[in-house]
């Protein structure tokens, strides 16, 4: 007893905290864990951390050079002396090549954070979309748990009546099969729930993927009128993609605007102090001194000749400015194809009502009760069964449908008030 009362305690604990470990998941929870803890993005955002301390970076004025030389001129052997020299080099920009290093990166940095917004445009739509697609899966599972469960009662009955003689044995295998048929696919259903949920984990961050949290809520639609001219505009306004399009043409003209600046000569000023020490030979002695010049370095810039830099430029501004008008007809098409998807899947909903619900369950019901009383064969019964299970399917699928396209006409027109 003094050991099976141990093991018998560490069960239950075990079982409690497999209990207390489960929680019911929210779509609100989940998309806002999505928004905080998504690994992935909080990857990306160190993009924009990067590009701002990058646009302080070309804030920097060029450092200037420190020169330090000695030299001996045969000090021991001639006794000419020796000097010593200190001075100061430095590069003063002209062009304005400093301003344009600046606003170059700070283009960039509004094109980093431009393009970290579009991540997570597209994220949250993918996120809307795991979690609704989750839901059906959760429907299907209950939809083929009830048919087992169903189809499970019948062949035991059916094995039952066998045995009494009151009906044929193919007819008890018959069913018996179908309820094993039934019970396949409801463990396909439940694997791909526990996937479905995975993925969800993944998308909030979760470190423990596998969890046998459950899922809040029904896969319902409440079907919203859209107008398409409003849609467009609300894209084309909206939309960080374009957005990012129009920062990458700025930054082209930025890059331009820093060749050309690149191209003025830059001026090398220079100053200094020497120390020469006494010359005591006798051929030709000099007393100590000291000396202060300055000088101006001039480049020769021969290389502005080759302006192959400038029309290099240019013609990145040009690509820029077509990628751009790219970004904006593909928004226009993405917005209209999403727009008629959406249609579409509303009318197809449009088709299922409570009543064929109710209707299909009826009939099964009506067939199972008439069955069990041999006034139809079984396969009516079946036939009854799989076109209520194929119904209820049809169903929760041209709701997904309907959600789903939905999420991706709010992804296309740049708007997001799915709650």
């Known amino acids: 007893m003094k050991t099976i009362i141990p093991l018998t305690a560490l069960l239950l604990l075990s079982a409690t905290a497999t209990v207390l470990s489960a929680q019911t998941m929210t779509y609100a929870s989940f998309m806002q864990n999505v928004k905080e803890k998504n690994i992935q993005y909080f990857a990306e955002k160190y993009n924009t951390d990067i590009a701002k301390a990058t646009a302080e970076a070309a804030k920097v004025f060029p450092d200037p050079d420190l020169v330090l030389s000695a030299a001996d001129n045969q000090e021991r052997s001639l006794q000419m002396g020796y000097n010593f020299d200190a001075g100061l080099e430095y590069t003063l920009e002209l062009g304005g090549k400093r301003k344009a290093r600046i606003r170059l990166a700070q283009s960039e940095a509004e094109l980093t954070a ?41 062949a035991r009955a059916d094995s039952l009546r066998f045995t009494l003689g009151a009906i044929m044995e193919i007819d008890a295998l018959q069913s018996k099969l179908e309820a094993g048929s039934l019970l396949n696919d409801l463990i396909q259903s439940e694997a791909d729930l526990q996937n479905a949920v995975i993925q969800l984990h993944l998308l909030q961050g979760s470190e423990q993927l596998q969890s046998t949290d459950s899922l809040a809520g029904k896969l319902t639609f409440t079907k919203r009128t859209f107008l398409l001219p409003d849609l467009m505009e609300t894209a084309l306004n909206n939309r960080a993609d374009l957005q990012a399009a129009l920062k990458s043409t700025e930054v082209s003209r930025r890059n331009l605007q820093l060749s050309k600046a690149n191209r003025a000569i830059d001026l090398g000023l220079s100053a200094g102090i020497s120390y020469n020490a006494e010359v005591r030979n006798e051929i030709a002695p000099a007393p100590m001194f000291r000396s202060i010049g300055a000088g101006i370095s001039v480049p020769l810039k021969f290389s502005n000749a080759n302006k192959s830099e400038i029309r290099a430029g240019k013609l990145a501004v040009a690509q820029s400015e077509a990628a751009c008008q790219a970004a904006e007809q ?3 098409a993405e917005v209209l194809q999403a727009f008629n998807q959406y249609t ?47 119904i209820r399917e049809s169903h929760s699928q041209a709701i997904l449908n309907c959600l789903t396209a939905l999420v991706e006409l709010e992804r296309a027109s740049g708007v997001w008030d799915i709650e």
Not at 126 to 148: G, H, M, N, R
């Open 330 to 332: 593909q928004i226009r």
């Open 114 to 154: 431009a393009l970290v917004q579009d991540y997570f445009r597209n994220l949250q739509a993918d996120a809307a979309s795991a979690w609704f697609t989750a839901l059906y899966q959760k429907e299907l599972v209950e939809i083929k748990q009830s048919s087992c469960a169903q189809m499970s009662a019948l």
């Open 344 to 390: 579409a899947a509303c009318r197809q909903a449009e088709q299922f009502d409570t009543a064929r619900l109710t209707d299909a369950e009826t009939v099964f019901r009506a067939k199972r009760y008439s069955y069990e009383r041999g006034e139809t064969s079984l396969l009516e019964v079946l036939a009854a069964r799989r076109t209520c299970n194929d």
